[in-house]
């Protein structure tokens, strides 16, 4: 079992920055099981998306409106994964939800709201 837990949400105007946290916990076998970490969003009356992916090994993935203006990290001696979100438009206003992969299982937090404001 892992736990998630965002923080760094909020209210920003477009064009600004901001950065989300994501800190997992659970024991010590399945803390060090996790496999891919992850950000997705959900836009008002919209499905959840992926925003960006990252592997044990530091490989990315990104969707495509986010190239270039989001970056994932992670570290995995905090067990932190980390979302910078810059040059932020309207269409990024949605909840931003944490995601884990441990075997084959996946794990979500509770989510985050991201509102950008014109």
């Known amino acids: 079992q892992v736990q998630l837990v965002e923080s760094g949400g909020g209210l920003v105007h477009t064009g600004g920055s901001l950065a989300l946290s994501c800190a997992a916990s659970?024991?010590?076998?399945?803390?060090?099981?996790?496999?891919?970490m992850g950000w997705y969003r959900q836009p008002p009356g919209r499905q959840r998306e992926l925003v960006a992916s990252?592997?044990?090994?530091?490989?990315?993935i990104y969707a495509d409106s986010v190239k270039g203006r989001f970056t994932i990290s992670r570290d995995r001696a905090k067990n932190t994964v980390s979302l910078q979100m810059n040059s932020l438009k309207r269409e990024d206003t949605a909840v931003y939800y944490c995601?884990?992969?441990?075997?084959?299982?996946?794990?979500w937090g509770q989510g985050t709201q991201v509102t950008v404001s014109s």
């Open positions: 995601n884990a992969a441990v075997f084959g299982s996946r794990y």
């Open positions: 659970g024991s010590f076998f399945s803390i060090n099981a996790i496999d891919t």
């Open positions: 990252i592997t044990r090994g530091g490989s990315t």
